[in-house]
C-alpha cells in the first residue's frame, strides 16, 4: 500500500520561508517522479515542482527562483524549500509520485499572511 506523507505546512509572513516535507512509503522515490502541487482557494490544482528518479527538476513560472525541489533517496523523501513567500502562494499542497501510477498525499496547508 502506498502512502505518501506531507509535512511542514504552517503560516509564514510574506518574505518569510517554508520548507515541506514528503515522505514516501510502499514506493520507492529514486524510480519515480514526484511533485509538489498546489490548489489556492477556489482555484484548480497546479504543478509547482518536480523532480524526476534522475533528479531533473522542473518549476512552474511563479515559483521559479523562489521553491527549491530536492529529494533525499536515503529517507525516501522529497522537499520543497520555499522562499520569498508571497500571499498568493497561499494553498494546500500535495505531494504526487508517479510510478506505473499516480499516488496523491493527503495535503498540507501553506498561509502567508501579515
Known amino acids: 500500500q502506498v502512502r505518501l506523507v506531507e509535512s511542514g505546512g504552517g503560516l509564514a509572513q510574506p518574505g518569510g520561508s517554508l520548507r515541506l516535507s514528503c515522505a514516501g512509503f510502499g514506493i520507492v522515490f529514486r524510480d519515480s517522479i514526484v511533485g509538489w502541487y498546489r490548489e489556492p482557494p477556489g482555484n484548480r490544482r497546479e504543478l509547482v515542482a518536480q523532480?524526476?528518479?534522475?533528479?531533473?527538476?522542473k518549476y512552474s513560472d511563479s515559483v521559479k527562483g523562489r521553491f527549491t525541489i530536492s529529494k533525499d533517496n536515503d529517507k525516501n523523501t522529497v522537499y520543497l524549500q520555499m522562499n520569498s513567500l508571497y500571499p498568493e502562494d497561499t494553498a494546500v499542497y500535495y505531494c504526487k509520485a508517479a510510478y506505473l501510477r499516480s499516488y496523491w498525499g493527503q495535503g498540507t496547508q501553506v498561509t502567508v499572511s501579515s
Open positions: 523532480i524526476s528518479g534522475s533528479a531533473e527538476e
